[in-house]
């Protein structure tokens, strides 16, 4: 049965319409799990805050650490992802992760007790670390070399509409209660996860396992270095991430309503950044579109340094959130690109860069935290700081090209 499927998928990959558009659907169901597990689960939580805290479900001391719990997950997805993967294949991975981040949503409806909640916000890191490994490694070798770039856009401009639904749908649900919007949520997952369930290409078992040659395969210096700069553009995207809202609102004296409206802004910048980056990798090749991301973005995060004029907040939050998800596709196709004929090794290094992402953005969180308090609120210091991280990531691949290029 498995072998009769496997090959009427192998027949729809011969005839080029009916590939295109499988590719087209693979995409649309890796878009709604990077919804359900990376923007829903992750970035809903924010415009949470103040109604939790306001609803006395937690102290806002206990909400940082909640908040917290999502990115530890995170991490020990990143580190799980290949296992899990190795042991019921990574389709399945997918389906259980967004199952498992819509149970979350309806679990969090009721504060059992901050333990209960830790663990379900755990979980629901947790999701959004193995989506984030398996999804494009799953899909992307249905994909021609020629589209790699947009589809790889496609699947993770689910994080942008997550960051928007934040910003636009979250409010709205607060408006019939707190517990009703944690319920709203879990129906949005449930009916992603329904719609996609079907949409995943077929896996060879070939695909869920390690093999032996990409166990000992040694990675090359540029992809070394790749994880790197991967980790150091986490650390440049904390400062918007964080604290862009609490800058504009408290730092300019604008108010929440005006900083909300900047997250929206980034919410719409990371809708169409992954398009548009995976689209420029597609055209130029993925080296020459990484450089020329880790350039734009430093001015990006760099920009309230300079001025903190309407305008120049307006082009910071969008380019930045389009980087924050747009940045994917790119390192997906550079890692594609260093390692051309291996599926595995592949996955497993792109494995490697997620959890090198986790990690540096897990530091600088707490870290930026640590700073802003030891600065008494100098906001521009983290924007610097953060600016400061890309601009070495961009250092280290002209100098990874010089030395190459002198060899």
């Not at 309503?257 to 910048?269: D, F, I, N, T």
């Amino acid at each position: 049965m498995t072998h009769t499927k496997q090959n009427m998928e192998t027949r729809l990959h011969q005839q080029p319409g009916s590939a295109s558009q499988a590719t087209w659907r693979y995409a649309v169901a890796g878009l709604s799990a990077s919804l359900v597990g990376l923007g829903l689960a992750r970035f809903s939580y924010t415009p949470l805050i103040p109604a939790l805290i306001a609803a006395k479900w937690f102290s806002a001391s206990d909400v940082v650490y909640l908040g917290a719990a999502n990115l530890a997950g995170y991490l020990a997805g990143a580190l799980t992802a290949r296992a899990v993967a190795a042991r019921i294949g990574a389709v399945r991975a997918l389906r259980a992760m967004m199952l498992l981040a819509t149970l979350s949503f309806f679990a969090s409806a009721t504060p059992v007790s901050f333990t209960w909640f830790f663990v379900w916000r755990f979980f629901s890191g947790v999701t959004g670390g193995i989506i984030m490994v398996l999804a494009a490694s799953v899909i992307l070798p249905h994909t021609s070399a020629a589209r790699r770039g947009i589809v790889g856009g496609v699947i993770f401009a689910g994080v942008g509409l997550g960051v928007a639904a934040s910003g636009t749908l979250v409010p709205l649900l607060l408006q019939q209660g707190l517990q009703q919007s944690w319920y709203g949520l879990g129906v949005l997952s449930a009916l992603l996860t329904l719609a996609s369930w079907w949409n995943w290409p077929a896996e060879a078992k070939a695909d869920a396992a390690p093999s032996h040659q990409a166990r000992h395969h040694h990675a090359s210096p540029a992809a070394r270095a790749l994880l790197v700069q991967y980790g150091l553009n986490a650390v440049a995207l904390v400062p918007h991430m964080v604290f862009i809202v609490d800058f504009v609102a408290r730092g300019l004296g604008q108010g929440i309503a005006a900083g909300s409206r900047y997250w929206v802004l980034y919410g719409l910048g990371a809708i169409v950044g992954p398009l548009v980056t995976g689209h420029l990798g597609d055209r130029s090749g993925f080296g020459p579109a990484l450089r020329a991301a880790f350039l734009i973005e430093a001015a990006a995060v760099l920009l309230p340094t300079v001025s903190t004029a309407p305008l120049s907040l307006i082009v910071s939050s969008v380019v930045v959130g389009g980087f924050t998800p747009g940045i994917v596709p790119l390192v997906l196709g550079r890692i594609h690109e260093l390692v051309p004929h291996s599926t595995e090794q592949q996955r497993a290094t792109w494995s490697h860069a997620t959890t090198s992402f986790a990690l540096f953005q897990a530091a600088a969180a707490y870290g930026f935290s640590w700073i802003y308090a030891q600065t008494g609120g100098d906001y521009l210091v983290l924007f610097g700081l953060g600016g400061g991280a890309v601009i070495v990531a961009l250092a280290i691949d002209l100098g990874l090209a010089l030395i190459t290029r002198k060899a």
